[in-house]
């Protein structure tokens, strides 16, 4: 089935370090996600990307948080500066349409904060 | 304040039973019920969903019974098998639809 690839699947930084997680979305797809996965916990939605705007966004979006998709290339969450409470699972999805429709998932980036 | 519960949290089957996970919510205006599974080092895919004008949805050897009145819904498994071992979550999500609330999950082993 359509795959989403997510890049790097382990990153380590130091807290106060900017990083970047990378997402490739299933090729036709329009709509793209983060999910947060704190160990031992539910998977939580951060924020939903469509034609170049954040659409949506939740309380742990916070402002060091930030989307985009230049040009068609990967869809990116960056967080600037890191904080110990980013450590979690990142998974990024993307669907061809919005509303309840079929959320395809990448296999996540473990981001490790010290 | 979790919006959505799934229990039990682990679960072991043997091969050829039955396995029934439950799942319970809070927010009425959730109408739409898709059940991911996860195997290990993959991310969740989407196994079956039902909406809220249903109160069963069958694929194969899944089903979702749907219970609108107690907001309760639970998925089971037929004729378990050691492939079906993964974990399973159950999410929700209203008409404005573009976001999914999901439970911590239930970890299934059906043991050959």
């Known amino acids: 089935g359509p795959k989403v690839l997510q890049i790097p699947s382990h990153q380590i930084i130091d807290m106060g370090q900017m990083v970047t997680l990378n997402c490739d979305p299933v090729?036709?797809?329009?709509?793209f996600y983060w999910y947060k996965q704190i160990l031992g916990q539910q998977m939580e939605f951060l924020v939903n990307?469509?034609?170049?705007?954040?659409?949506?966004k939740s309380k742990l979006f916070k402002d060091q948080f930030s989307v985009e998709r230049p040009d068609g290339s990967y869809f990116t969450l960056k967080i600037q500066p890191t904080a110990l409470e980013d450590s979690a699972v990142y998974f990024c999805?993307?669907?061809?349409?919005?509303?309840?429709?079929?959320?395809?998932f990448g296999a996540g980036t473990r981001l490790s904060v010290l | 304040q979790q919006q959505v519960r799934q229990s039990p949290q682990s679960l072991t089957v043997w091969e050829g039973e039955t396995a029934i996970l439950n799942c319970s919510y809070e927010?009425?205006?959730?109408?739409?019920f898709p059940w991911y599974q996860q195997f290990p080092g993959e991310g969740p895919a989407l196994l079956i969903s039902?909406?809220?004008?249903?109160d069963k949805k069958e694929d194969g050897r899944f089903t979702i019974f749907f219970n609108k009145r107690e907001k309760k819904l639970s998925l089971h498994i037929t004729d378990s098998q050691p492939g079906d071992s993964a974990t399973y979550f159950c999410?929700?999500?209203?008409?404005?639809?573009?976001?999914?609330?999901f439970g911590i999950g239930t970890r299934v082993l059906v043991r050959p």
């Open positions: 999805a993307s669907s061809l349409v919005p509303s309840q429709n079929t959320l395809y």
């Open positions: 039902i909406r809220s004008v249903s």
């Open positions: 990307f469509y034609n170049g705007k954040v659409m949506e």
């Open positions: 999410a929700a999500s209203n008409s404005a639809g573009n976001k999914l609330t």
């Open positions: 927010d009425s205006t959730f109408n739409y």
């Open positions: 090729s036709n797809h329009l709509y």
